[in-house]
């Protein structure tokens, strides 16, 4: 059981160049997150998605856009790179029980330059 | 809009003091509150979840305490040890399917 895994750990792109951040969870949950962390903002909801197939926008999305094909999968693209754009990239799971949400589980991670 | 601000900012304790963490939310109409820690570089790990029916939760030398109606949650520490030390994240979800996180506690204990 790998739980949350993220692809890759480091990239750094040119400005106005594009990429896809891979997620991908084994826990078979139906709530899936990207959120961006930079020092002084704290961590921030970039997309979520309540199911395959489901997308919506969070806190920041302009510049991002993601899909989720496959249960287990979800990806994050930047179409033109900014620097605006370097941060560190998590990505999250979680379900939900009855009437409650249950805990969100996290990647390790990916940190993107851009330069 | 909900807020959430944890103090303090940095701690730094000896070895094997407890220790209390506090985090503060200003809408009270939310669905449950979760602890993690953040090592250095790396992701988030969770500690504890408390639903919003709940009044605390434990793990360990860890305790969790919620207080919806003042909006306040302390994450208690006993008999701190050196690899306790990290950044402590706490962040409450609401009615939207997001997390709101507090800027964190970075906790150093000393050997």
């Known amino acids: 059981n790998a739980g949350v895994t993220q692809t890759p750990k480091f990239r750094v792109l040119k400005t106005g160049q594009s990429m896809t951040l891979l997620c991908a969870q084994d826990m078979n949950h139906e709530y899936m997150y990207w959120y961006r962390q930079d020092p002084g903002m704290g961590l921030r909801l970039i997309h979520y998605?309540?199911?395959?197939?489901?997308?919506a926008k969070g806190e920041v999305p302009d510049g991002y856009n993601v899909s989720r094909l496959k249960k287990q999968n979800f990806l994050l693209g930047l179409e033109s790179a900014a620097p605006s754009q370097t941060s560190v990239y998590f990505c999250?799971?979680?379900?939900?029980?009855?009437?409650?949400?249950?805990?969100?589980?996290f990647g390790p991670g990916t940190r993107l330059t851009v330069l | 809009k909900q807020e959430v601000t944890q103090i303090p900012a940095a701690l730094s304790v000896p070895e094997g003091e407890n220790l209390v963490l506090n985090c503060s939310f200003t809408?009270?109409?939310?669905?449950?509150l979760q602890w993690f820690r953040q090592d250095p570089g790396k992701g988030l790990t969770s500690l504890l979840l408390?639903?919003?029916?709940?009044r605390e939760q434990t793990s360990g030398r860890l305790n969790a305490s919620l207080d919806k109606s003042s909006g306040r949650s302390t994450l208690y520490i006993a008999a701190s040890q050196p690899g306790d030390s990290a950044t402590y994240l706490c962040a409450v979800r609401g009615s939207s399917y997001k997390l709101i996180f507090g800027s964190g506690t970075r906790l150093l204990v000393r050997p």
């Open positions: 998605s309540v199911g395959e197939g489901t997308t």
């Open positions: 999250a799971s979680s379900y939900r029980t009855g009437g409650n949400y249950n805990e969100q589980f």
């Open positions: 809408d009270s109409a939310i669905y449950n």
């Open positions: 408390i639903q919003s029916s709940q």
